[in-house]
Structures are given as C-alpha cells and as structure tokens.
C-alpha cells in the first residue's frame, strides 16, 4: 500500500510525469525504426556484414561522444539539449522517410542512421541529469526510475511488434514517418518542462520548484569530498563492467541458443528475446516496491544475485521452456540492479557533475556491452555454456558484494527531520500498524510550519483541511461553549503530539481552536493525503474510529 501511495505522489508530480509519458511514446518510435533499419538494410543489400557493420556502427558513437555529450549535460540547459537533439532526430527521421519512398541509395540511409545516432548518444548523459532535478525530494528519485525503466521496457515490446505489423501492412516508409512524429511528440512535451540549468533547481513557478525550495537536492551528495565520490563510482563501475558484458553477450546469444544449443529453430529467436523484455518488464515493475528502501544495499545485492542465478541456470538447460524462464530471471535482475544503481548513483554524485560523471560511465558501459557482444558467443562454442554463462554469473555476485564494500554508507538515503519526526510519532499508539512505506510515503508530503507564540493554528468552527505534526514548541486546545460563551482549556500539546485529524475524518468544522504557546514548528500533512495514509492500515482506522466515533467527549483531545 506505501508504494501505492508513493505511486500516486508521483502522478502529482506533472513535470515529471510529462517528460516520462513523452519519453515513452518516443521510446516505442525508437524501437520500430530500428527494426525498420535493419530490415531495409539487409533487404537492398541482402549482406550480413553489412548488416553487421551497420549494427556496430551505431555503437560507435556511443564510445566516442558520450563523454562529450556528459561535458554538455553538465554545462548547458539540459532541457534544452535533450530538445535539440530530439528535434534534430525527427529531422532526420522526415529525410530517411523521403529517401524510401524515392527508393534513394542505402549509403544515404546507413550514413543519417549513424548521424541520428551520434544525436542518440547525447540521450543517456542528459536524460539521467535532467530527471533528478524533476523529482521534488530524494524519495522520488527510486519510483522515478523505476517508471522509466518500467515504461521503456514496455516501448521494448510494443515498439517491434508495431514494426513487424507496419512492415507487413504498410511500408517501411511509414515506421520512418511515424518515429519522426513521436520526436515531435517529446518536443513539444519538453517545450513545457522547467528549465534544466545545471547546478540550479527548476525555475520558480514551476510545480516542482515549489517544493523544492527548501529541500535540498542531494543531501547525501552534498556533504561528499570528490574523494568520497569515486569510491562509490568504482563500485558501481565494477558491477557495470560484469553484468553488462554478459548483458551484451546475450543480445547475439540468443540466436547460437535458439538454433544450435535448443534446437528449437530460428523462431525461438524472437521467443527469447521476447522472455528477456517480459523480464525486463517486470524487472522494473518489481524495483518500484524495493527502491523505496532507505538502505539499497540488501536490493542491490539481490538484484545481482538473480541476475548471476539467471546465468547460471541459463547454462544449466538445454529446453526451450526453461531457457525462456532463464531469460526473464536474467532480464529482471538486469533491471532490478540497474534500477537500484541508477538511483545510487543520483543520491551520491553532485548536480555540477552528473553529467560528466554519466558520460565516462556510459562509455565503459558501452566497451563492456559491446566486448561481451563480440566475444561471448565465441567462448561459448569454444568452451561450453555451462562454464562460461556459470563463471559469468558467479562473477556477477562476486561483483556486486565488492560494489556493496565500496558503495558503504552511499547505499544509505540521508533522512530528513519531517522523516525523523514521523518515526518518533508512529510509535504512538493512533499509528500502530501503518506499514513502514507508508509512512515514508507520507513524510515526503510533510511541510514544514515555523509559527511564533500567539499563533492560531486551527479555530473553532472553521473547515478541516490539515493534519498537524508537533516538531516543537507548546500549542493550548481550547474549546468554546456555545451554550455559556465561555472558554475552557482542555489541554497543552508539544512535540510528537497530533491534532487536526477529526475533523478531517468526520468531514466536520473544527471542534477546538489550538493556538501556539511558544514559537515552535509544525509539520503539515493535506487532508486528501491524511486519508491515504489512514487507508494503509487497518488498524489505525480501527483504533481511530475507536477513539472519535463513539465518544464525543474524547473527540476534542486533540483539537480537531
């Protein structure tokens, strides 16, 4: 229920929710053109080198502008970038469209593909610099990489299949056209984003810089030496390294599995690399529950751990059903612990150099991919599967608990005063049972009230539409009787005491009027998100309507 809850926060969140529904939709007009592309070269030139040489070619540019491309994301808009390069890419697109239908020459088509490509390479540096200056606080940074991996793992399967329908029932022309519409989609969903100045939280005005004036951005990055940064970012880096070599390797694998370990043809091709996008599938959706954990760490590890099991069952079998199995254990750990990376990454690393840092990163990641790409089916064939997917996924455990030593204290999310507050208050006996997330889901929507002595916080007969936290300071509940027009005091709250709930409950005006004693601060928590976290446990309704709804002369302790 507090993943729900976190879930439904981030729908609050437009400017993030914007960006990831148009990322998504680019996302599948990615995956269709690239099937497009490969089908158009093999069909004009009917030569697998060339078909070879133009895969690899596309990495190219991965290698040698990514670092480039995190030099950029570090010292230009990178709403801006990520919008140039978009449009510069759906340009491209409307060429490529023209040049099918004229039936023009495949040299022009395999050189705009390595241009749209060097364009691409700016993506993954911005993109992972730009969406942490969308999420409101750091509880959001898990649940937002979680559903952009979720989102892209589902453009993964929907894209080919829509390409593979177009090519039958259309042309390829079309699949051109339609990814050039998808860039003008992103564009002009970019084109309401706030500002991503590095270094700077959005503009104000926006939705998110509201919230995020007085939360700072990366409370565990800040208060890292450079030093203390690379230590961590060798962890990660040494995780990156295994499993994305043996990622890469699985990506040619699949068709030396399908026909020469299975026997089960060249079909079974498309059904293994359609296990690995339900893994991925749900790889994603899974990380969205465990990246809400203050500690990463024990994620990390298992995310590791079904990856490296993955692998090993993987050279295990020798049947279709089971191998599809391995496949979606494989693909689901890849997700899970590249979800849990990429939000530690974003906790320790500052703003000033995500990029940069992201662009080395995405440069040793993609020599890694590519290497496992060109030698593991190799080994295999010269070695055995068992040994080397075996040994491959040992290493990936090995890998992961050194990354765990390194990483250390960075696995740790930095917690804040509203959380600490929270934690004391839900050792009361009104919150006995709320799950943990939710609690965390709640602290995230807390904000902070400083009020001086003489201050009315809540009067008598007014609407409810609060729930209050006492941080500190001393607040008197007073009750007015409207019988007599006297006013009598029931009682002095102060810190880790409540009130406002009531009325909030009972959809009733305020039963007492509290007004502070003393200067102290109060933590706010909306009506609407007070009944969410009521909702999470049955016990706390229980006790709570134990307490108002049968006895009014208890139902003004509180001040509601």
């Not at 004009?44 to 670092?67: C, M």
Request: net charge negative; proline share 6%.
């Amino acid at each position: 229920m507090g993943a729900l809850a976190t879930y439904r926060g981030l729908l609050g969140n437009r400017p993030l929710v914007r960006l990831l529904a148009g990322e998504f939709v680019s996302g599948i007009g990615d995956w269709l053109y690239l099937v497009a592309l490969l089908v158009i070269v093999y069909r004009e030139s009917t030569d697998p080198l060339l078909l070879g040489i133009v895969g690899g070619a596309r990495i190219i540019p991965y290698i040698v502008l990514s670092v480039p491309a995190g030099i950029a994301a570090d010292r230009f808009d990178r709403r801006l970038i990520l919008l140039v390069t978009d449009v510069a890419r759906g340009l491209i697109m409307v060429a490529l469209t023209i040049i099918v239908m004229v039936d023009g020459p495949l040299i022009a088509i395999v050189l705009l593909a390595i241009l749209a490509t060097c364009f691409s390479a700016f993506f993954n540096p911005t993109m992972g610099a730009y969406l942490p200056m969308l999420a409101r606080d750091e509880r959001e940074l898990g649940p937002a990489n979680s559903a952009f991996a979720t989102l892209g793992e589902i453009s993964f399967i929907i894209g080919p299949a829509l390409a593979g329908i177009l090519i039958a029932v259309a042309g390829l022309e079309l699949a051109f056209a339609i990814n050039a519409v998808t860039f003008a989609i992103i564009a002009i969903a970019l084109l309401g984003l706030p500002s991503g100045k590095p270094g700077t939280r959005p503009v104000a005005g926006s939705e998110v810089a509201e919230a995020a004036e007085s939360t700072p951005e990366a409370p565990v990055a800040a208060a890292l030496t450079m030093r203390d940064i690379l230590r961590p970012i060798a962890g990660l880096v040494s995780l990156d390294l295994v499993s994305g070599f043996m990622f890469g390797g699985i990506s040619v694998l699949t068709v030396l599995l399908a026909v020469d370990r299975l026997g089960a043809g060249e079909e079974a091709t498309g059904f293994l690399n359609a296990a690995i996008g339900v893994g991925g599938v749900l790889g994603a959706v899974g990380s969205g529950a465990i990246v809400l954990r203050p500690n990463l760490g024990p994620p990390l590890l298992v995310g590791a751990g079904v990856l490296g099991v993955g692998f090993i069952i993987l050279g295990v079998v020798d049947v279709l059903s089971l191998s599809l199995v391995a496949m979606v254990v494989v693909s689901g750990g890849a997700l899970l612990s590249g979800v849990v990376s990429t939000t530690v990454f974003q906790r320790v690393v500052p703003d000033a150099i995500r990029g940069r840092t992201l662009g080395v990163m995405e440069t040793i990641g993609t020599l890694a991919y590519a290497a496992g790409a060109f030698l593991l089916p190799t080994l295999v064939t010269q070695i055995g599967y068992l040994e080397v997917l075996g040994v491959g996924g040992v290493l990936i455990v090995i890998s992961a608990v050194i990354a765990f030593g390194l990483l250390g204290p960075s696995l740790q999310r930095a917690t804040d005063p509203s959380t600490e507050v929270l934690r004391r208050v839900s050792r009361l006996p009104l919150f006995a049972g709320v799950p943990p997330s939710a609690l965390e889901a709640a602290a995230a929507r807390l904000d902070p009230m400083d009020v001086t002595a003489g201050t009315v916080v809540i009067r008598q007969g007014d609407p409810a539409d609060h729930f209050y936290l006492i941080e500190s300071g001393s607040f008197a509940v007073d009750q007015l009787d409207p019988m007599t027009g006297e006013t009598r005091r029931l009682r002095v709250m102060g810190p880790d005491e409540v009130f406002g709930e009531l009325g909030l409950m009972r959809q009733a005006p305020r039963s007492a009027t509290v007004t502070a004693e003393a200067d102290g601060r109060l933590l706010v928590l909306d009506g609407p998100e007070f009944m969410a976290l009521l909702s999470a446990g049955a016990a706390l309704s229980g006790l709570l309507l134990e307490r108002y709804g049968t006895n009014p002369a208890t139902a003004t302790q509180g001040g509601g």
